[in-house]
């Protein structure tokens, strides 16, 4: 088994970038890839944390996305209460409440699916992240 420089499992660091990135947030994710970035040297490695970042900044920027839209028809109500007319919009926000909780559960399932491929050092082939983490 790979050690890194700490003598830790590289498979084990890896994995950690992504439980450490879904269940500690943004601060430690950040600490750790900036300790593994600056002094290890595995590829695989540098990847995992960097991917695990960009993945969460990836399910946050569309949970934002989609949180502003009932903020979107609440405006539209409050628009058509200058004349006179009124907007029922509790459908469209309890869809997106559903939708949203469907992210939250995907997100959950993907860090943890890919924290335990990490384990395995089986690279995670997500579209399009790939080629953004390669750069």
């Given at each position: 088994?790979?050690?890194?420089?700490?003598?830790?499992?590289?498979?084990?660091?890896?994995?950690?970038?992504y439980?450490?990135?879904?269940?500690?947030?943004?601060?430690?994710?950040?600490?750790?890839?900036?300790?593994?970035?600056?002094?290890?040297?595995?590829?695989?490695?540098?990847?995992?944390?960097?991917?695990?970042?960009?993945?969460?900044?990836?399910?946050?920027?569309?949970?934002?996305?989609?949180?502003?839209?009932p903020?979107?028809?609440?405006?539209?109500?409050?628009?058509?209460?200058?004349?006179?007319?009124?907007?029922?919009?509790?459908?469209?926000?309890?869809?997106?409440?559903?939708?949203?909780?469907?992210?939250?559960?995907?997100?959950a399932?993907v860090?943890?699916?890919?924290?335990?491929?990490?384990?395995?050092k089986?690279?995670?082939?997500?579209?399009?992240?790939?080629?953004?983490?390669?750069?």
């Amino acid at each position: 088994m790979e050690k890194a420089k700490s003598g830790v499992s590289v498979v084990l660091l890896g994995a950690a970038a992504y439980f450490l990135t879904y269940f500690g947030g943004y601060a430690a994710a950040i600490l750790f890839a900036g300790y593994v970035l600056l002094c290890e040297e595995d590829e695989w490695l540098k990847k995992t944390c960097v991917q695990a970042i960009v993945l969460a900044l990836g399910f946050d920027v569309l949970l934002r996305v989609i949180d502003l839209l009932p903020n979107l028809c609440a405006w539209i109500d409050s628009m058509l209460n200058v004349i006179g007319h009124t907007f029922n919009y509790s459908i469209i926000s309890k869809l997106i409440a559903v939708f949203t909780k469907g992210i939250n559960i995907l997100e959950a399932c993907v860090f943890l699916v890919l924290g335990g491929m990490a384990f395995k050092k089986i690279n995670a082939f997500i579209p399009g992240m790939n080629k953004l983490v390669g750069k």
